[in-house]
């Protein structure tokens, strides 16, 4: 069945980085979009990017762009996702899900918190 599974995740202080991944099984990998979401506590899902299945044409939100990448390795069945210049706001569960959506097929998460 399909499988997701996100690590990468931590605590690290405004200003700093992480770089979350999500490996994939279960599923053609390579033939699929894939996106990263977040959600924080009392609130609902929020799409931050979304990248094609060969990796090219990626999108971000207003809210993330220019400070995350998204990208990918089809050789590899993972999904990156390059967080920078990170926000107190930015704290999240963050999670992939399969496909241009975030809902369905979605891995259980990789705790982000951005605090001094």
């Known amino acids: 069945q399909v499988q997701l599974v996100e690590s990468g995740g931590g605590l690290v202080q405004p200003g700093g980085s992480l770089n979350l991944s999500c490996a994939a099984s279960g599923f053609s990998f390579r033939d699929y979009y894939m996106t990263w979401a977040r959600q924080a506590p009392g609130k609902g899902p929020e799409w931050i990017s979304s990248?094609?299945?060969?990796?090219?044409?990626?999108i971000y939100a207003d809210s993330v762009k220019g400070r995350f990448t998204i990208s990918r390795d089809n050789n590899k069945n993972t999904l990156f996702l390059q967080m920078n210049s990170l926000k107190p706001e930015d704290s999240a569960l963050y999670y992939c899900a399969r496909g241009f959506t975030t809902e369905g097929d979605r891995g259980q998460g990789t705790q982000v918190t951005v605090s001094s």
């Open positions: 990248i094609n299945a060969n990796g090219r044409a990626p």
